[in-house]
Protein backbone atom coordinates (compact mmCIF):
# COMPACT_ATOMS: atom_id res chain seq x y z
CA UNK A 1 0.00 0.00 0.00
CA UNK A 2 1.83 3.36 -0.63
CA UNK A 3 0.13 5.44 1.71
CA UNK A 4 2.25 8.55 1.05
CA UNK A 5 0.99 8.04 -3.18
CA UNK A 6 -2.84 7.95 -1.60
CA UNK A 7 -2.14 11.36 0.19
CA UNK A 8 -0.29 13.39 -2.40
CA UNK A 9 -2.59 12.32 -4.82
CA UNK A 10 -5.20 14.45 -3.57
CA UNK A 11 -3.46 17.22 -4.58
CA UNK A 12 -4.78 19.09 -7.76
CA UNK A 13 -2.42 21.31 -9.95
CA UNK A 14 -4.27 23.57 -13.05
CA UNK A 15 -1.31 23.75 -15.48
CA UNK A 16 -2.22 26.37 -18.28
CA UNK A 17 0.86 26.70 -21.19
CA UNK A 18 -0.16 26.87 -24.20
CA UNK A 19 2.56 25.42 -26.18
CA UNK A 20 1.30 21.69 -26.22
CA UNK A 21 5.02 20.40 -26.01
CA UNK A 22 5.51 22.61 -22.13
CA UNK A 23 2.10 21.14 -21.49
CA UNK A 24 2.78 17.80 -21.84
CA UNK A 25 5.62 17.92 -20.07
CA UNK A 26 4.55 19.67 -16.91
CA UNK A 27 1.53 17.37 -16.91
CA UNK A 28 4.16 14.06 -16.90
CA UNK A 29 6.63 15.66 -14.49
CA UNK A 30 3.31 16.22 -12.11
CA UNK A 31 1.59 13.12 -12.38
CA UNK A 32 4.84 11.28 -11.57
CA UNK A 33 4.69 12.63 -8.62
CA UNK A 34 1.72 11.61 -8.27
CA UNK A 35 -0.41 15.18 -8.33
CA UNK A 36 -4.04 15.13 -10.21
CA UNK A 37 -3.60 17.33 -13.14
CA UNK A 38 -5.62 19.41 -15.12
CA UNK A 39 -4.09 20.72 -18.27
CA UNK A 40 -5.90 24.38 -20.58
CA UNK A 41 -3.93 26.30 -23.29
CA UNK A 42 -4.93 29.20 -21.53
CA UNK A 43 -5.51 31.90 -19.29
CA UNK A 44 -9.20 32.11 -19.99
CA UNK A 45 -9.91 28.36 -20.26
CA UNK A 46 -8.09 28.68 -16.54
CA UNK A 47 -10.41 31.41 -15.63
CA UNK A 48 -13.43 29.15 -16.82
CA UNK A 49 -12.24 25.87 -15.16
CA UNK A 50 -11.88 27.94 -11.90
CA UNK A 51 -15.67 29.31 -12.15
CA UNK A 52 -14.31 32.94 -12.87
CA UNK A 53 -15.58 34.39 -16.41
CA UNK A 54 -12.93 36.51 -18.49
CA UNK A 55 -15.15 37.94 -21.08
CA UNK A 56 -18.25 40.18 -20.12
CA UNK A 57 -20.98 38.09 -22.63
CA UNK A 58 -20.91 35.35 -20.48
CA UNK A 59 -23.28 36.13 -18.16
CA UNK A 60 -24.37 32.73 -16.68
CA UNK A 61 -21.72 29.68 -15.46
CA UNK A 62 -20.70 27.27 -18.14
CA UNK A 63 -22.40 24.45 -16.87
CA UNK A 64 -19.71 22.08 -14.42
CA UNK A 65 -18.20 19.18 -17.02
CA UNK A 66 -19.70 16.66 -14.53
CA UNK A 67 -21.96 17.20 -11.61
CA UNK A 68 -20.09 18.79 -8.61
CA UNK A 69 -17.26 19.48 -10.99
CA UNK A 70 -15.81 22.28 -9.29
CA UNK A 71 -16.48 20.79 -5.35
CA UNK A 72 -14.54 17.36 -6.54
CA UNK A 73 -12.00 19.10 -8.10
CA UNK A 74 -10.64 22.28 -5.86
CA UNK A 75 -7.45 23.40 -7.20
CA UNK A 76 -4.87 23.35 -4.91
CA UNK A 77 -1.78 25.09 -7.26
CA UNK A 78 -1.77 26.51 -10.46
CA UNK A 79 1.22 26.50 -12.82
CA UNK A 80 1.45 28.71 -15.54
CA UNK A 81 3.45 29.90 -18.30
CA UNK A 82 4.12 33.78 -18.89
CA UNK A 83 4.13 34.16 -21.90
CA UNK A 84 0.63 33.07 -23.88
CA UNK A 85 -1.40 34.60 -26.49
CA UNK A 86 -4.69 36.58 -25.39
CA UNK A 87 -3.92 36.47 -21.65
CA UNK A 88 -0.62 36.63 -20.09
CA UNK A 89 0.36 34.37 -16.97
CA UNK A 90 0.67 37.60 -15.05
CA UNK A 91 -2.75 38.84 -16.20
CA UNK A 92 -3.84 35.49 -14.90
CA UNK A 93 -2.06 35.96 -11.42
CA UNK A 94 -3.72 39.34 -10.96
CA UNK A 95 -7.16 38.02 -11.55
CA UNK A 96 -6.52 35.15 -9.41
CA UNK A 97 -4.89 36.78 -6.35
CA UNK A 98 -7.40 39.78 -6.83
CA UNK A 99 -10.36 37.64 -6.56
CA UNK A 100 -11.81 36.51 -3.02
CA UNK A 101 -12.64 32.80 -3.35
CA UNK A 102 -9.27 31.90 -5.19
CA UNK A 103 -6.78 34.07 -4.26
CA UNK A 104 -5.34 31.86 -1.58
CA UNK A 105 -4.52 29.75 -4.57
CA UNK A 106 -0.91 29.09 -4.67
CA UNK A 107 0.56 30.64 -7.97
CA UNK A 108 3.65 29.40 -10.38
CA UNK A 109 5.04 31.32 -13.34
CA UNK A 110 7.26 29.44 -16.03
CA UNK A 111 8.69 31.24 -18.45
CA UNK A 112 11.95 30.28 -21.21
CA UNK A 113 13.28 34.17 -20.81
CA UNK A 114 15.22 35.01 -17.95
CA UNK A 115 14.27 38.40 -17.30
CA UNK A 116 15.13 39.18 -13.81
CA UNK A 117 12.27 42.51 -13.68
CA UNK A 118 9.79 40.22 -15.02
CA UNK A 119 10.70 37.68 -12.32
CA UNK A 120 10.77 40.08 -9.51
CA UNK A 121 7.33 41.46 -10.63
CA UNK A 122 5.46 38.08 -10.49
CA UNK A 123 6.63 37.64 -6.96
CA UNK A 124 5.72 40.78 -5.70
CA UNK A 125 2.63 40.32 -7.26
CA UNK A 126 1.74 36.74 -5.56
CA UNK A 127 3.62 34.23 -7.75
CA UNK A 128 4.55 31.55 -5.13
CA UNK A 129 8.07 30.68 -7.51
CA UNK A 130 9.22 31.38 -11.18
CA UNK A 131 10.73 28.72 -12.95
CA UNK A 132 12.73 28.74 -15.69
CA UNK A 133 11.66 26.03 -18.75
CA UNK A 134 12.25 23.46 -19.39
CA UNK A 135 10.79 22.66 -16.04
CA UNK A 136 12.21 20.09 -14.57
CA UNK A 137 11.60 17.42 -11.57
CA UNK A 138 13.90 19.28 -9.40
CA UNK A 139 11.44 22.17 -10.11
CA UNK A 140 8.62 20.25 -9.30
CA UNK A 141 9.94 18.98 -6.04
CA UNK A 142 9.99 22.31 -4.67
CA UNK A 143 5.70 22.68 -5.24
CA UNK A 144 5.18 20.56 -2.26
CA UNK A 145 5.51 22.92 0.20
CA UNK A 146 3.51 25.60 -0.93
CA UNK A 147 0.80 22.90 -1.58
CA UNK A 148 0.99 21.89 1.87
CA UNK A 149 0.59 25.37 3.39
CA UNK A 150 -2.29 26.35 0.86
CA UNK A 151 -4.33 22.72 2.36
CA UNK A 152 -3.54 23.51 6.06
CA UNK A 153 -3.29 27.38 6.42
CA UNK A 154 -5.43 28.51 3.95
CA UNK A 155 -6.53 31.66 7.11
CA UNK A 156 -3.19 32.92 6.90
CA UNK A 157 -3.27 36.03 5.33
CA UNK A 158 -0.20 36.93 2.44
CA UNK A 159 -0.99 41.01 2.01
CA UNK A 160 -2.03 43.51 4.33
Avoid: W
Amino acid sequence: MCSVAAADAKFHVLAVDDSIIDRKLIERLLRSSSFQVTAVDSGSKALQFLGLQDNEESVTKPPPLSPNHHQDTEVNLIITDYCMPGMTGYELLRKIKESKSLSDIPVVIMSSENIPTRINRCLEEGAEEFFLKPVQMQDVNKLRPHLTRGKQGQETPKHQ
